[in-house]
């Protein structure tokens, strides 16, 4: 009756009459037509042909064809475009890194020739930390990128997965240690000394020794990057080539590894003060030879040229690149300064192939080679080796692409002949090769292949034939091989002052193994050098680590009068449930922890088992990683003299370190009294009072039972306040309608400030016969316990806010959910002090807190960085991809195209057709220079800078405004054309989205309402994002109102709102 009197009678006639023209109920014709591919539940059997899913699956196919007419290479003319298996965008790097166990004693790490920590740098980038992740990276390898992109990972690190062992299979290890370096080069930050060695003008004399490196390749840049960082100041690499990078630069193809990334890892090694001078080489006119490199004063030398000639088997005696026979040596160096940007100021052109090319060898040049040679023009590339595939050389990463881009596989023959006409190349003779029951191998010159061929690249290994350098590495012996004799631990010559790495020590067969011969070499040279001078070097090797700016971040915070070293600390939970687990915890780096929550004698407890499970909330997911867990476990089962006894040892042994008593009593006056002063007397820093354990303690009168009750908190503050002098902080429970009472309440009872908040009351899940987990006892009994972890992170943070909104400037130690720096920081942002973690320590290990360290010091330096500001976190912009790699159709054609079937071969076309009129050495082409480096353009804020930074953000949702509307973009050429926003827009929202029947690509209407939903389901990040609304928001009524309400006006003053 209200309603009709607020209307006319003839409008109120009218909407009745237009809603009973419709049926509310169903959609409208436009809608039934936007929902025509919607998921609908089948009632019968799908019955359709094969011959009409043939022709569909043409229509939808992403991958290769595998039918006769799919023979032939593609024209992969002057594409240099990454072609690695193992590229990963950040959506992939973070879903490859959360699979990972981080195992005890990893085998990966064994693998590894340089011992990279790859569990910590993988943990690294699963919490976002990416600069950790490179700096774990660079810390033991200083090549890090390079090995990322060209490291024979299933022979290594890979082959030492434990993951192996499961369906799934192991970690794409080298596509995770490429995504992390190269998100750190994007941040263009300088390499610097560790800070807490020595300063150089502070070392000794004997840190200025003249040390020269001959060759600018792996094993050089490796050991003088270690010998710099050990603060030797008179480094130089001497390099033949007008390029860096020797072998990296000259033989590895661009699309395995670009330029950039070798002149950027060149450059920290520069940072250190590491010079290098091009043009000058060992032997030859106007080159060094060892003597006279000793003669002008160098103390010590380095040898890492490599292997500069290849090996030519005699039928190719006299041949050249006319007739059209290459070495590897010949070939790959023209391709690499003809299509890497930025290797050397020559504008050279391709080798131009065309026809068959035979490429003979099975090693890993081999392959780069024949992959080369299609970018180089030819048709067909025949890949001819003389044992089997069994026996191959090759990893199975270079096998595969070079299969992949149809090069043809010839195992069993052995060359004979090569046949020239016309004073070329015409082809090939062959002989089939055999191996016996004892395994020797043999030629059978009856067994004869011919293959007509225009071009022969012969990758038969490489040597040390040159007579001139020959001749300037004495007096070094020189073995039956004619290399160097090297000590393979200590990288000695015969000449104590002359040590060797890489190929030419004759061990060294990868990138990486090549790294470490300079890493290992690095150590014994400074023992060297520091023996001449008379001075004692430690038998145990300690090589610094990877430092920059950033690690001279401060984490320091005061709270209360008290200095935290760093604001991460252990809750008082499991990881603090014996003394040596917190000193375990101090060692790792933790800059504060609270024992185990403790009771008198009277209230002692015994636990019940299975008391600890993993939560149902991360869906069915086994293993490390847990979004929660579940826990019926009551407080400490030790004594309180035990954990005075504890408290009082840890400070002794780590005076910079904050212990916090956790500490719970009845609502007892006497008892809080007593135990407050036995903590305060054993030494605590502080205290934390446990009003809230939500299960077990309640039902004894204590814990929740006291902290639901403001009364009660106030009271039982006051008596601590009244018997100790130290802080102490109440321990709030989220248990309760309103945490800001409980908060308001242990303030009035003078509490220093709060810890919010606890766990979580609840039943984590029932198993299919009825029965709890976790069940206790023969009758399989359970209780309500308290749930922890990444699950109760939004119930945390609203307790912290909320708090830190009511009572500005209130201590909060925040807990609840806390993986990471990146949640760290946003609790730091919601008003917390200090952060509490428990549940990452069960999911991982203590050694989590370097991962925090590293991410939040980071997240501060990047916020001094102006050109930085459009990163989020750590996290870069994300440019267009498709499987981590970029794409540039739409540039190229102004429209997009899906990534399948007719639409893909498109693509493939208009890229191919791109390149080839392209410049590969054009301007545009040229990489961005990495240096100089970045400095902040401001002060990096500290962690006091940034407590409760976004709180003036948090309000009512009365002072939202509801003119601002945005709407989400869809770009397409991300889109992977799952259609989970078309779905979820039209069974969960407002059926905004159309998609389209044949190409599989949305598009969002003028219905959309921006609620969101779309990017919260999309799988590709930044695929869809919100932005604002350029046309004004009408709401949809479904039946319309008589007179459309206003929204209050927002007040102003002097044109900025007030709230």
Known sequence: CKQVNLRSAGEGAR?????????????????????????????????????????????????????????????????????????????????????????????????????????????????????????????DNPLGLTCGMVCPTSDLCVGGCNLFASEEGPINIGGLQQFATETFMAMKIPQIRDPSLPPLEDLPESYQAKVALIGCGPASVSCATFLARLGYTDLTVFEKNDYIGGLSSSEIPQFRLPYNVVAFEVDQMKDLGVKVVCGKALGGEGGWTLQSLKEAGYEAVFLGIGLPQAKRAPIFEGMTVDQ????????????????????????????????????????????????????????????????????????????????????????????????????????????????????????????????????????????????????????????????????????QTSAPWVFCGGDLAGVAQTTVECVNDGKQASWHVHKYLQSLHGLFVP??????????????????????????????????????????????????????????????????????????????????????????????????????????????????????????????????????????????????????????????????????????????????????????????????????????????????????GVTATNTVSGLMGLKANARAWPAVGNDMRTTYGGVSGNAIRPIALRAVSAIARALPGFPILATGGIDSAEAGLQFLHCGASVLQVCSAVQNQDFTVIEDYITGLKAMLYLQSLDDLADWDGQSPPTARHQKGKPVKVTDVI??????????????????????????????????????????????????????????????????????????????????????????????????????????????????CTGCTLCVSVCPIIDCITMVPRTIPYIPKRGIPLATEPQAPPIPTHDGVRVY
């Open 15 to 139: 909407i009745v009459e237009m809603a009973s023209q419709k049926l509310l109920s169903r959609d409208p014709p436009d809608i039934e037509n936007i929902l025509a591919l919607n998921p609908r539940v089948h009632h019968h059997a799908t019955l359709k042909s094969s011959k009409v899913t043939k022709a569909h699956k043409k229509h939808w196919k992403r991958n290769e064809n595998h039918g006769c007419n799919s023979c032939g290479s593609a024209n992969l003319t002057k594409n240099f475009d990454d072609i690695k298996h193992t590229t990963l965008s950040e959506r992939g790097a973070l879903r490859e890194a959360a699979r990972c166990l981080k195992c005890a004693d990893a085998p990966c790490q064994k693998s590894c020739p340089t011992q990279l920590d790859v569990k910590a740098f993988i943990s690294s980038i699963s919490t976002k930390n990416y600069y950790g992740s490179a700096k774990a990276i660079f810390s």
């Open 324 to 491: 059209g026979f290459y070495t590897s040596k010949d070939f790959l160096p023209l391709v690499a300064s003809a299509s890497k940007p930025g290797m050397c100021s020559c504008k050279s052109q391709l080798p131009q192939l065309s026809g068959n090319v035979i490429v003979l060898g099975a090693g890993d040049t081999a392959f780069d080679c024949a992959t080369s040679a299609l970018r180089c023009g030819a048709r067909r590339v025949f890949i001819v080796f003389r044992k089997g595939f069994t026996t191959i050389r090759a990893v199975p990463e270079e096998m595969e692409l070079a299969r992949e881009e149809r090069c043809e596989f010839m195992p069993f023959h052995s060359p004979k002949k090569v046949v020239v006409k016309g004073g070329r190349i015409a082809g090939m003779e062959f002989c089939r090769t055999e191996q016996d029951d004892d395994g020797t191998w043999h030629v059978d010159e009856e067994q004869v292949v011919k293959l007509r061929a225009d071009y022969i690249i012969s990758a038969f290994g490489s040597t040390l034939a040159e007579p001139e350098v020959v001749a300037a590495l004495s007096p070094v012996k020189l073995n039956q091989w004619g290399l160097p004799e090297v000590d393979p631990e200590t990288m």
């Open 539 to 752: 038998a145990e090797p300690a090589l610094p680590k990877f430092y920059t700016p950033i690690d001279q971040v401060d984490l320091s915070v005061e709270i209360c009068g008290i200095r935290f070293p760093n604001p991460f600390g252990l809750a008082s939970a499991p990881p603090t449930t014996s003394a040596p687990m917190i000193r375990r915890a101090f060692e790792a780096g933790w800059g504060f922890a609270l024992t185990k929550t403790f009771a008198l004698d009277k209230d002692i407890v015994t636990n019940v088992s299975p008391r600890i499970v993993k939560g149902t909330t991360s869906g069915y997911h086994y293993g490390p990683g847990q979004g929660s867990f579940l826990n019926i476990e009551l407080i400490s089962e030790k004594t309180a003299a035990y954990w005075c006894q504890t408290v009082t040892e840890l400070k002794q042994a780590f005076p910079d370190r904050i212990v916090i008593a956790s500490i719970m009593c009845s609502y007892n006056k006497e008892d809080w009294i007593e135990l407050a002063q036995m903590s305060e007397k054993a030494g605590s820093d502080a205290l934390e009072l446990n009003l809230s354990c939500p299960h077990g303690m309640g039902e004894r009168g204590m814990g929740l039972a006291c902290g639901q009750d403001p009364e009660l908190v106030r009271n039982i503050c006051r008596w601590v306040r009244s018997a100790v002098k130290i802080p102490f902080f109440a321990k709030m429970t989220p248990n309760i309608t309103d945490v800001t009472v409980i908060a308001q309440a242990a303030k009035e009872g003078m509490a220093d």
């Open 894 to 1007: 102004g429209k997009h195209l899906p990534s399948f079937g007719p639409y893909m071969a498109e693509r493939e076309e208009i890229v191919a057709k791109h390149h080839e009129k392209s410049e590969i050495l054009a301007e545009q082409n040229m990489p961005q220079p990495q240096r100089p480096a970045r400095v902040p353009n401001k002060p990096v804020p500290s962690v006091q800078d940034v407590i409760g930074r976004a709180l003036s953000a948090i309000t009512s949702y009365s002072e939202l405004d509801n003119k601002q509307q945005a709407v989400a973009l869809i770009d397409e050429e991300m889109c992977i054309n799952c259609g989970k926003c078309y779905m979820t827009c039209n069974d969960s929202g407002y059926q905004a989205i159309t998609f389209d029947p044949e190409t599989h690509l949305p598009h969002i209407t003028d219905d």
